[in-house]
């Protein structure tokens, strides 16, 4: 069996792309993706650390857009990556409502489980990025490092960073 890999997971909107408050990104044309990550992430895939996304999409559920809307809106956003020498390995999406028990949407660790089990993933020496408590929850949850970018206090994750560009390159350090 190989060794196993850390990995950086991502929330999708928010960290990606822009949150579109109190609706969901429908469809491409809504989607606007957010780069300044890029060179954190081209830092990541240097050490092969896999790129996972991890992102609720209840919108689903709640009948205001397809499985097959959410297929091009990821599509979408894994071109607009591409053409930054960006790829993602793999991308997790939860549908389920948030009145649903569900094992896989946040703050439940489901998704980030699933894709570890997936890809060989040690969840102790990874990170979790993220822009709501349910991202550091999930996270801290699955037994992986948290990220939380945006105003909070620094008890709810092992780093707090007030924007995107402040996430420092020492998370790499093992
Ligand atoms: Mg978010």
């Known amino acids: 069996m190989e060794a196993m890999t850390p990995a950086l997971f991502l929330d999708r909107d928010g960290i990606l792309n822009?949150?579109?408050v109190d609706d969901y990104v429908?469809?491409?044309d809504q989607l606007v993706p957010v780069f300044d990550l890029v060179p954190l992430l081209a830092l990541a895939k240097h050490r092969n650390w896999p790129l996972v996304i991890?992102?609720?999409q209840q919108g689903v559920g709640k009948g205001l857009m397809t499985t097959m809307d959410l297929d091009l809106v990821n599509e979408a956003l894994c071109a607009a990556f591409e053409t930054k020498g960006i790829r993602f390995d793999r991308i997790e999406c939860c549908t389920d409502l948030?009145?649903?028990s569900?094992?896989?949407r946040k703050p439940q660790p489901?998704?980030?489980l699933d894709a570890a089990a997936a890809l060989n993933i040690s969840l102790p020496s990874s990170w979790f990025i993220g822009d709501s408590l349910s991202d550091a929850q999930a996270g801290?949850?699955?037994g992986c490092r948290t990220i939380l970018v945006g105003e909070f206090d620094s008890i709810h994750a092992d780093v707090v960073v007030p924007d995107l560009g402040c996430i420092?390159?020492?998370i790499f350090d093992v």
Do not use: E, H, K
């Open 168 to 170: 420092p390159t020492s």
């Open 26 to 28: 429908r469809s491409p």
């Open 54 to 56: 991890i992102s609720n």
């Open 102 to 104: 569900s094992r896989r």
């Open 18 to 20: 822009v949150r579109i």
């Open 110 to 112: 489901g998704m980030l």
């Open 98 to 100: 948030a009145t649903a």
């Open 140 to 142: 801290r949850a699955a």
